[in-house]
């Protein structure tokens, strides 16, 4: 429903993170955006009332490995300062600048990429400078 669409999720971060926002994209849902993230950690809550499939962007380079609630999700091999967002709902990597395809860089299985109700640990290793991710809550 449309006051579904207007609640922003509660979202809590591990330390030295450099800014945080939030923004919605055609008055729909939410998206959370951690520029700058020196911190590896985030904890997102799904307040819907099933299952999420977020889509998630990393801005780095190198390995990266991304967890969420303590199981490791995928390995993802970017090149310098690269960009890539992982459609869970679709299943698909891909630039969203050039919309190259980018599922060879990514290693694991989109199954594994969902938020529970209620709190959710994001975790990630290697150099990340910037993390988004939307579509966090979902209601049936």
Same mark, same amino acid.
């Given at each position: $429903?449309?006051?579904?669409? &207007? @609640?922003? &999720? !509660?979202i809590a971060l591990e330390s030295g993170t450099n800014s945080l926002y939030l923004e #919605?994209?055609?008055g729909v849902s939410p998206t959370l955006k951690v520029s700058y993230a020196t911190s590896d950690s985030m904890t997102v809550r799904n307040i819907g009332n099933y299952l999420s499939r977020p889509k =998630? $962007?990393?801005?780095?380079?190198? $390995?990266?490995?991304?967890? =969420? &609630?303590? !199981?490791?999700?995928? #390995?993802?091999?970017?090149?310098?300062?690269t960009q890539i967002t992982i459609d869970s709902e679709k299943m698909e990597a891909y630039n969203a600048e050039t919309l190259e395809l980018m599922n060879r860089q990514v290693t694991g299985n989109y199954e594994n990429i969902k938020?529970?109700?209620? #709190? &959710? @640990?994001i975790k990630w290793d290697g150099y990340v400078t910037r993390f988004e991710i939307s579509n966090f809550s979902r209601w049936i």
């Open positions: $429903t449309q006051e579904q669409n &207007n @609640v922003i &999720n !509660s #919605k994209v055609n =998630i $962007t990393l801005y780095g380079n190198g $390995t990266i490995n991304l967890y =969420i &609630n303590n !199981s490791q999700v995928l #390995k993802i091999d970017l090149d310098e300062n938020l529970n109700v209620g #709190k &959710n @640990v």
